[in-house]
């Protein structure tokens, strides 16, 4: 037995329940009236915290060993079970949502795609669509955040993955059908009608994804962006992707894609109006780096660490993957709890994020955490702003890439300011699959006329 695992047998975890449950519904009512609050307390509770979401008990891991043992063991801790396939119905069997018999065969085909020398072919994509978003603001002019974001990550994923431009009237189609969908799919997770567009959403996204890729298709060979690699793809025994599969492959990356990383620059972007210090040394960073003006650049991001911390430490605050399910596919013990096979898990990033005992003063916004000799002394389960072990986004460092590229970008040429007169809406959208923003309007002010500090 190895040192870790003689530790891990060795500790004694407290098991606590969560009070407040009501009849029928348990914790859903709590859950959904303030989710940041709600999960924010659970570690309070113990190392391992049973709670009630309508008739589901599920085990919610606080303590970083037990964070470890769920997410290295994805085997015993599958994606499966009743929540997942609600999910299933909107993103089907694609890489986020499959399980493990076929995580590993998913996950070898599409990693080429994701290689160094890829990302940097798609950072120029970046580039460009970052260059238009900050073009696109006007000195004065009030922008509401999310949706400005989200447009520029579904340009940029679609141009990367599909090879083509996606109008505004079809990124404004898809994203309320895929927030239709997730919404409809999470009522009817907790016995509530799923909502008269439910079905509609679920088949636009199903018929605008379809079209695209027989678009795709109708342009034939000679393609290099990333669903040509797809489609191209090999496994070990020869076998590629089936149409089904490549379908469902580009749903997910659709989601993965936008969503996740709008919310962390809106975020980002509201930290940084109400941290002028912050905001003015990632400045001073980027206008080191950018002097001539221009946009960010792959080769760029190495220069621009504090950038990156900014961005990390909004993505702990603020993880837009705030529940990660699992089931239990045996019988198995987890810190001395016995959790029969079919047993649901809860993994939450937000309640790992916001326990003081993986992070210090968890509420406050300090980048420099995340400094090497800082973050050397963190627990190595305790941050999963992409999820952890096997199943960690695959698209991590696209992402990352993606959101440090369109922050400098955008900071370079302006200083964001909080609109007179109204209060940015700091409480996340209820019960969705990303914690976004309600509502964040941000005044653009041209470098060189916003005030100082």
Not at 314 to 343: F, N, Y
Not at 426 to 434: A, E, I
Request: proline residues 8%; glycine residues 8%; charged residues 25%.
């Amino acid at each position: 037995m190895s040192s870790s695992a003689r530790g891990a047998a060795t500790t004694t975890y407290r098991h606590g329940t969560l009070p407040g449950a009501v009849p029928v519904l348990g914790h859903l009512p709590a859950l959904a009236r303030d989710p940041a609050r709600f999960l924010a307390r659970l570690h309070e509770y113990g190392d391992l915290v049973e709670v009630r979401l309508g008739t589901y008990r599920l085990a919610v891991p606080c303590h970083p060993e037990l964070l470890r043992q769920v997410y290295a063991d994805d085997r015993t801790f599958d994606k499966g079970g009743p929540i997942y396939e609600r999910f299933r119905e909107i993103l089907g069997n694609g890489l986020p949502t499959c399980a493990h018999a076929d995580h590993r065969r998913q996950r070898r085909m599409l990693q080429p795609e994701f290689r160094p020398e890829r990302l940097a072919a798609y950072a120029a994509v970046m580039s460009r669509e970052a260059a238009l978003l900050a073009g696109s603001w006007r000195h004065g002019e009030v922008v509401d955040v999310f949706p400005a974001c989200y447009r520029f990550t579904l340009r940029v994923v679609t141009r990367t993955l599909l090879g083509t431009e996606v109008p505004d009237a079809l990124a404004e189609r898809l994203q309320h059908a895929f927030e239709t969908a997730f919404a409809g799919a999470l009522r009817k997770l907790w016995m509530l009608p799923a909502g008269p567009g439910y079905r509609t959403a679920v088949r636009t996204l199903r018929r605008t994804v379809a079209d695209l890729v027989r678009e795709h298709r109708a342009h034939g060979p000679g393609r290099t962006d990333l669903l040509a690699g797809l489609v191209a793809a090999r496994d070990e025994d020869g076998s590629t992707l089936s149409d089904a599969e490549l379908h469902d492959q580009v749903v997910a990356m659709l989601l993965a894609g936008t969503e996740t990383t709008a919310s962390q620059l809106s975020w980002t972007l509201r930290l940084l109006m109400t941290h002028p210090e912050a905001l003015a040394a990632v400045q001073a960073e980027i206008d080191a780096v950018l002097a001539d003006g221009r946009p960010a650049r792959w080769e760029d991001l190495p220069r621009l660490p504090r950038t990156a911390r900014v961005l990390t430490e909004a993505l702990r605050l603020h993880p837009p993957g705030w529940v990660l399910l699992r089931t239990c596919t045996r019988e198995t013990d987890l810190g001395g709890r016995v959790l029969p096979r079919g047993s649901q898990v809860l993994l939450s990033p937000y309640v790992a994020h916001h326990n003081p005992r993986i992070f210090a003063d968890p509420a406050v916004f300090d980048p420099d955490r995340w400094l090497p000799e800082r973050a050397a002394a963190l627990p190595r389960w305790g941050f999963a702003g992409f999820a952890n072990g096997p199943r960690q986004c695959l698209g991590a460092d696209y992402a990352r890439a993606e959101a440090a590229i369109a922050l400098a970008t955008v900071l370079a040429r302006w200083h964001p300011a909080p609109v007179a007169g109204r209060r940015a809406d700091d409480r996340p959208v209820r019960l969705t699959t990303v914690l976004r923003p309600q509502r964040l309007r941000l005044r653009p002010l041209a470098r060189g006329t916003a005030p100082a500090g």
